[in-house]
């Protein structure tokens, strides 16, 4: 299957997931491109789905039921994808389709569509639910669609559990690690190095943080008996004027990756007492943990009626999102994680069915 | 005194050096453009000292003597300057020159061309001389102007003691330190820094060994006396991919100065031990040091005849290129070294004059 023969948007065939993945996968959504898609996905909705509520804000396009059910489930799929690596021609081979964005996570909003259609047809869940294709997941904080409905119109997103349909490898993944990033400086004073005693060198002033920092055992902590292993990194160092001046100044940069039992603050408090000598201490990001809440009622009958594994999410996502919001979620979603952001890139017919069906079982969509 | 008022090379008085001076630092010579000046030099040589043989290399000017004498003493000076910071009109305020190259080392190229033309009209010394007016040496190796004699003349250069006129506050600095650059790089795997288990990190890698040589105490070593003080710097560290992911490579840069007692292959086993458990280690660029020889009876009699302070050049210089070949060198001239490459960079009357007396006394030269 090439571009051309894949099916339009428009007219690809609810029923067939895997043509209707590569119909999302042949309209290009590389970050900060993503009108086209969010385009067909709005028409595809008002023409199949006309049942439940539209709505856009930027190139994010939420569609909602509102049949007065006392629970609300949010449904969430980003359209963008990572810049092309070879790889942005659809491709079928049997029941694997291969291209750009095919595991992250065109499957997922094919789910998100088929859900979307099949309500809209009569299929009634027992829950309301929203269904939202975002923007802007895959580049910097500031470009992402959920952050910007949160901000401008929070009732969109409204809602007591929600599910996020990236690619987990058919496990659920539970809360996620908070991460911090914090960068510390050490001050010197420049001197010729023939004569450094005329100075004093930033850079060896650095040495002592730095064996602390690789030193130091980051520690693993059971939540609701998922293992979230912590992680301290220093990501970058630099400094140096040249060859011959004994450096004035020596910055790094350290990543904490910290489980959800600490807040922001528990973990800038650990970082900054490891940074204990510099001159400067700085937070450059800072995103908060999500808890699993696997005892909450709604995880805990989603989980329970999946019947899969779960797993604690280490890398920060959206769930963090709705977890600072009171309202708990997970990742769960078609394709394997390991493929993603990779030249080769694809996802299985299985994996998108048993998505579907499995969130279509537990939103208990009956006819 | 403006640019327009400071007299002409080829006609300011030889008796007034300060003049002198200033008609030299009018003739703009920032390294790679010591053409003018190198013609100036070469012209003013062949019209006022003219019983002595020149020869040119590239914009390196020598004038010889050939008197017949056991032994030849070299004296040396670089037409360059840095770049100007200011300050490059000669300004003359009372028996002060202000300007760029004033200290670093015009003053000390009027002491060379007063030295030829007294000797030219018969003031005959006791060595033969030969005064090399080089180019190139406030920039990189490669363009040193005596490096390139050496290499295509050595017969030029040829001598018994060597002396420069770079700017000594009227100390004599005797002998060098060597210097070595070695660049040390650590290797890891890149990895999700929310999983960094799975790659490992360059950066932390380095920490043991930024640790042994923050920590290292450099040694003072006695040579005829003069203590050289020691040192060993890291002049620059880099690494870091993105703030979310394992780095894979961390490098730095060790600036190591050592005494004349030890060669570039005794600073290099030290370095090298020190910086055990790097990936890759590789000199960047190695200088050996210049020993004192103040035992050596042409600079022995030198500093007797001069009767001022000796002390130990810490930074390298030119006179480790004639310790190379088994001359003895010192660094003698007006100014005081930690004006050079300021922008309040001058000289003074007596300095000048106290230079070409004592080098006169040491010449011995009659009439």
Known sequence: MSTASAPDLLAAPVEDLLALTAALVAVPSVSRHEGELADGVERRLAERAPQLTRARVGNTVIARTDLGSERRVVLGGHLDTVPANGNEVPRLDGDVLHGLGSADMKGGLAVLLRLAEEISAGRRPRFDCTLAFYEGE???????????????RPELLA????VLLEPTGGHVEAGCQGTLHIRAQFDGDRAHSARPWMGSNAIHAA???????AAHQASTVMIDGLPYRQSLEVVRIEGGVANNVVPDKCTLVV????????????ARAEVEALLEGADRVEV??????APPN???????????TLDVDVEPKLGWTDVARFAARGVPAVNFGPGEPNVAHTAGEHVTRESIEQCYAALARFLGMTG
Do not use: K, Q
């Open 294 to 304: 696997l005892n909450d009622p709604l995880v805990a009958e989603f989980v329970r």
């Open 284 to 289: 450059v990001s800072a995103s908060p943990a």
């Open 207 to 213: 040495a002592d943080v730095l064996g602390r920092l």
């Open 138 to 152: 895959e580049i910097a904080d500031e470009f992402n669609g959920l952050r910007h409905v949160f901000a401008d």
């Open 159 to 162: 809602g007591d559990f929600a």
């Open 255 to 266: 990543n904490r990756r910290f489980a959800p039992s600490h807040s922001v603050d528990d």
